[in-house]
């Protein structure tokens, strides 16, 4: 018997069932063929009354399976349609458990969403200690919940509150964790899987003796009370991590409550809970996120693009050592350069600190610290950088003080290094100028703090080489960073477009309203953080700077408040000096808003129309955006979306910037900015051209 996805065979009466067999796909997914003759297969074993056992594997390496296909989750456009879907798939993996023969899901790799409810319904499951082993459940950053029976056997094998907390997260385990979870019954190293595969299918697994901790846990899980805590610290803890945007987190609390032993009867509800969340606007939202991501990691893969075996980076300090963190974290040497041991002192702390975190939790040894570290070679010379492939300059934000640094380190390296700068405002292609090789040369600009924000902007100017953009881009996807490949002008994309959100609380304070409705209302929205206190995140003189160059270049529509001046005039910076719109203790902690603020503040006189303050302040972004797209800032929608999502918080469940403005309507927004236009500021409302061509078109950004 032949599958095209599955291979499936008998060896002394034991079947193998090994997933990945199509060589055309870099990773094993649960599609609706290999569900079919999965099927197909179960039959067969069923039948064969000699039978010994079934072994589930993967024919790929690194990974087991990656969960259902996503798209097979997306096409579901009822509830009922969904639920009928789940049910299936619950059907399928009642029959793997319901087996009368051993079974045993062996994983060495990714194995998540579908995949581990498939393991979850055998007897046992062997992992692999390779370090790309991880196990999860991850249906909640889509929106949804495990619908093939994974809510109903998950806290049977590890307990209700360690379910609730891989099921709620969607967060992946490595093997060890697995294994000292009891999720993983063996661990082995992967190269002796084929040897012992049989051996462990009949190997009895070992009660593993409970710590006192374990002990107290299980007796508060099957105690009344107990259980009535675990779910009320559920509950809060989710509401304080998502304010309460994403409906799925609490319909999966709700279901685990009513938790039974009856198969049947609970499958069903987790079946109706998996269709009516598969039909919520977040649900859709993050599917389509999910796939807007995945396209951003494609990369041409046909031409012979440049390797990036040894990095540099020119400017030590917190920006550059963070960079030097991120070269060392991908297993990449790298030099990294400044005028004086001061500052190179100041960049090795920061990558230190960034690994240290990883330390505390166990999850580098010190051995691998070392060797990270040791990796970052601090240098006050230019030996060496004749071996760099890529060097990313990372100085002050001067433009005279960039051209001079280019024009000197590039006669220190070979002709095919590529050069980048990280600048986040001025103009890459006056950098280029001045380089003899200017084709070889883009921005690329990181996010502050590097070791969290996952964006890089990859900016082009008129001379810059096609090689020379992929190499960048393919760099980027490679070290698990998503790019974004935008053109040069005045903020590049994200900051030009963050600028008038800024920009408008500026305003909006001028004219009396309060700090805290500000703020309250972005956080309302689902922004991770109001503009004061970004602003203040951000350092006030850096927001006034960048103000600044927007305006200039853009014009009237980027006109600043007088407010920024006010602050930098009172020695107000943010949280780097501990005072901005907020105060901060020395660990960087917000307190109460700066009482300072009273002498340059207008009193309180606007009333908190909330909806009146979103718009005002979510608009001029969608305003701008569009401007971006007209002015070939960045080619597509989706990029755009993409860039805001990863580069400023925009709230993933509304789908990103331009998909919320469709959803609203195009004439809603056109409506209310003209309202904006004739009540508030004839410039700074002046509606996108894009935006009127859309309109007449009867067309939307997607």
């Known amino acids: 018997m032949s599958f095209t996805n599955i291979q499936f065979e008998a060896k002394n009466k034991i079947y193998y069932v090994g997933f990945g067999k199509d060589v055309e796909k870099s990773l094993s997914t649960l599609s609706v063929q290999v569900l079919e003759d999965l099927e197909t297969i179960l039959e067969t074993i069923k039948k064969d009354k000699d039978a010994r056992g079934v072994i589930f594997h993967?024919?790929?390496?690194?990974?087991?399976?990656?969960?259902?296909?996503i798209?097979?989750?997306?096409?579901?456009?009822?509830?009922?349609?969904?639920?009928?879907?789940?049910?299936?798939?619950q059907a399928l993996f009642n029959k793997i458990e319901d087996l009368d023969i051993p079974t045993m899901a062996?994983?060495?790799?990714?194995?998540?969403?579908?995949?581990?409810?498939?393991?979850?319904?055998?007897?046992?499951?062997?992992?692999?200690?390779?370090?790309?082993?991880?196990?999860?459940?991850?249906?909640?950053?889509?929106?949804?919940?495990?619908?093939?029976?994974?809510?109903?056997?998950?806290?049977?094998?590890?307990?209700?509150?360690?379910?609730?907390?891989?099921?709620?997260?969607?967060?992946?385990?490595?093997?060890?964790?697995?294994?000292?979870?009891?999720?993983?019954?063996?661990?082995?190293?992967?190269?002796?899987?084929?040897?012992?595969?049989?051996?462990?299918?009949?190997?009895?697994?070992?009660?593993?003796?409970?710590?006192a901790s374990e002990k107290l846990m299980s007796l508060v899980e099957n105690n009344f009370v107990g259980k009535k805590?675990?779910?009320?610290?559920?509950?809060?803890?989710?509401?304080?991590?998502?304010?309460?945007?994403?409906?799925?987190?609490?319909?999966?609390?709700?279901?685990?409550?009513?938790?039974?032993?009856n198969r049947s009867s609970y499958l069903e509800r987790e079946a109706n809970a998996f269709g009516e969340l598969s039909q919520t606007k977040q649900s859709k939202n993050l599917i389509h996120l999910f796939f807007l991501h995945d396209e951003s990691k494609k990369y041409s893969k046909d031409k012979k693009l440049k390797d990036i075996e040894m990095g540099a980076v020119l400017g030590a300090g917190t920006m550059g050592g963070g960079i030097a963190w991120y070269f060392a974290s991908n297993n990449i040497p790298c030099l990294m350069k400044d005028l004086n041991q001061d500052a190179l002192n100041l960049g090795l702390k920061q990558a230190s600190l960034v690994f240290s975190k990883k330390l505390k939790r166990r999850r580098m040894s010190k051995d691998e610290f070392n060797k990270k570290m040791t990796s970052i070679a601090p240098t006050l010379n230019y030996d060496g950088f004749k071996g760099v492939d890529l060097l990313i300059e990372a100085v002050v934000e001067n433009m005279d003080i960039k051209k001079k640094v280019f024009q000197e380190v590039e006669g220190k390296v070979s002709d095919d290094t590529l050069l980048t700068s990280n600048t986040s405002s001025l103009s890459v292609e006056e950098m280029a100028s001045v380089l003899k090789k200017p084709e070889r040369f883009a921005g690329l600009h990181f996010?502050?703090?590097?070791?969290?924000?996952?964006?890089?902007?990859?900016?082009?100017?008129?001379?810059?080489?096609?090689?020379?953009?992929?190499?960048?881009?393919?760099?980027?996807?490679?070290?698990?960073?998503?790019?974004?490949?935008?053109?040069?002008?005045?903020?590049?994309?994200?900051?030009?477009?963050?600028?008038?959100?800024?920009?408008e609380a500026g305003h909006m304070l001028e004219e009396g309203y309060s700090i805290e409705d500000l703020d309250q209302v972005a956080l309302d929205f689902g922004l991770p953080m109001g503009p004061c206190h970004l602003m203040d995140e951000v350092g006030i003189d850096v927001s006034n700077k960048v103000g600044k160059i927007l305006f200039d270049g853009l014009g009237e529509r980027f006109k600043p408040s007088s407010f920024s001046e006010k602050l930098l005039e009172l020695?107000?910076?943010?949280?780097?000096?501990?005072?901005?719109?907020?105060?901060?203790?020395e660990k960087g902690k917000k307190g109460e808003i700066n009482p300072d603020l009273k002498a340059i503040l207008p009193e309180t006189s606007k009333t908190s129309d909330s909806e009146m303050m979103k718009k005002r302040l979510i608009y001029p972004m969608i305003n701008e955006a569009?401007?971006?797209?007209?002015?070939?800032?960045?080619?597509?929608?989706?990029?755009?979306?993409?860039?805001?999502?990863?580069?400023?918080?925009?709230?993933?469940?509304?789908?990103?910037?331009?998909?919320?403005?469709?959803?609203?309507?195009?004439?809603e927004i056109q409506k209310t900015i003209a309202n904006f236009q004739n009540e508030v500021s004839q410039e700074r409302f002046k509606l996108s051209t894009y935006i009127e061509k859309l309109i007449k078109q009867k067309k939307s950004f997607y």
């Open 447 to 503: 996010f502050n703090p590097v070791n969290k924000m996952p964006l890089v902007e990859i900016i082009k100017h008129s001379k810059v080489s096609d090689e020379t953009i992929e190499a960048l881009y393919k760099f980027v996807v490679e070290s698990k960073k998503t790019p974004v490949i935008v053109k040069d002008g005045p903020g590049f994309l994200v900051n030009r477009i963050l600028a008038t959100y800024l920009n």
């Open 58 to 69: 993967s024919v790929k390496k690194d990974v087991f399976l990656a969960g259902v296909e």
């Open 571 to 585: 020695n107000l910076l943010g949280k780097k000096n501990q005072k901005g719109f907020y105060l901060y203790d």
């Open 229 to 261: 805590l675990i779910f009320s610290k559920a509950r809060e803890g989710v509401m304080k991590k998502t304010k309460g945007f994403y409906p799925a987190p609490l319909k999966i609390i709700d279901l685990l409550e009513k938790h039974s032993s």
């Open 106 to 211: 062996m994983i060495d790799g990714f194995c998540l969403g579908g995949g581990l409810e498939l393991a979850l319904s055998c007897d046992k499951i062997l992992v692999s200690d390779s370090s790309k082993t991880k196990l999860g459940l991850p249906e909640v950053m889509l929106g949804v919940l495990p619908g093939f029976g994974g809510t109903f056997r998950l806290p049977k094998k590890i307990g209700m509150a360690n379910a609730l907390d891989l099921i709620l997260t969607g967060k992946q385990v490595r093997a060890k964790k697995a294994f000292k979870l009891g999720l993983a019954d063996f661990i082995i190293p992967p190269e002796r899987f084929k040897d012992l595969s049989e051996e462990y299918l009949f190997k009895k697994v070992k009660e593993k003796k409970k710590k």
């Open 71 to 89: 798209s097979i989750i997306q096409n579901l456009d009822t509830a009922a349609k969904a639920s009928e879907g789940a049910a299936k798939g």
């Open 626 to 667: 569009a401007n971006c797209l007209e002015d070939g800032i960045v080619s597509k929608a989706d990029s755009l979306d993409l860039a805001m999502i990863f580069g400023i918080g925009f709230p993933p469940f509304k789908g990103g910037l331009l998909k919320y403005a469709d959803d609203k309507g195009l004439d």
